[in-house]
């Protein structure tokens, strides 16, 4: 790999753990599928990439989150049990199964994503009272729109066992499960989205560590590409996990869908054998 690629890599990372941080996707969502389809990177060898780097985004975005109290880390502790299992089952999966059938699965689960995001629910006002028999409910101070933000997630039952699926997804795909969690915990759980984000920058780093373990494990570790995307997102969830706390919700909502339904298209197009201006 050339010196100008490995800068290549460490430039779209840098953009994908600033975007990544700001929604809580740990940057893997953006990166694997740039790598792969722009960069000329084996996708399997992105997958592999993106996991590790994903680890890095996670510690460097949740400590800011942490830092203003938006995480609610007695919600991620229910979740991450369930996700990390599924993540382990996912990565198990990757180095045997063909790369066109990783860019379908990818690209529909882009797909399911934006439909999520896209959805009523996703606009709908947090619950603010009622039973909290978990004790999972949470405040945070949201500086775009200068209120204390209340809420109490709803559903857990379901979202826990959504969060298995996500993890699965996080391990076959090696993005982290944010790009999941964060519009499950939304939509399903009624959790404000910045909440979410930061939430699922918390959890992301453990969920990802059994699956990088088993790349390593079946050679997809490649340094070259590795190192520099590793970086790059370190770098760029600084940025990132700062810009996101004076960013409204609906405007990070909508930026999130754009950039979605752009990658999941060229990624189902190169699966179904079409050509894409521009993908390799």
């Known amino acids: 790999m ?35 389809a722009f960069l000329g990177v084996p996708i399997k060898t992105a997958i592999a990439a993106s996991a590790l780097a994903v680890i890095v985004n996670s510690l460097g975005g949740a400590s800011v989150y942490l830092k203003h109290r938006m995480v609610n880390i007695r919600l991620a502790l ?104 964060v519009p499950l915990m939304n939509t399903l759980m009624r959790v404000p989205v910045k909440a979410a984000a930061a939430t699922s920058a918390y959890m992301i780093g453990v969920t990802v560590v059994g699956s990088v373990l088993l790349y390593y494990a079946n050679d997809l570790l490649v340094p070259q590409v590795a190192v520099p995307a590793v970086i790059g997102v370190f770098l760029g969830s600084q940025i990132g996990s700062r810009l996101g706390r004076h960013v409204r919700g609906l405007w990070l909502r909508r930026i999130l869908i754009l950039i979605l339904l752009y990658l999941a298209t060229t990624l189902l197009l190169q699966a179904l054998g079409v050509t894409v201006p521009g993908a390799r």
């Open 2 to 36: 050339s010196h100008l690629a490995e800068l290549a890599v460490l430039i779209v990372a840098a953009l994908s753990g600033t975007l990544g941080a700001m929604v809580g996707l740990g940057g893997g969502v953006f990166m694997v599928p740039i790598f792969s």
């Open 78 to 181: 229910v979740l991450l049990i369930a996700t990390t299992l599924g993540a382990i089952a996912g990565a198990v999966l990757v180095s045997i199964a063909p790369v066109d059938v990783l860019r379908l699965v990818f690209a529909l689960a882009l797909y399911g994503m934006i439909a999520l995001l896209s959805s009523r629910r996703a606009s709908s006002d947090p619950i603010t009272s009622g039973a909290d028999r978990q004790s999972l409910g949470g405040a945070f101070y949201d500086p775009a729109a200068g209120t204390v933000v209340r809420y109490i997630p709803q559903r857990v039952a379901l979202g826990t066992a959504a969060s298995t699926f996500a993890g699965f997804l996080s391990g076959l795909l090696g993005v982290g499960g944010g790009f999941m969690q």
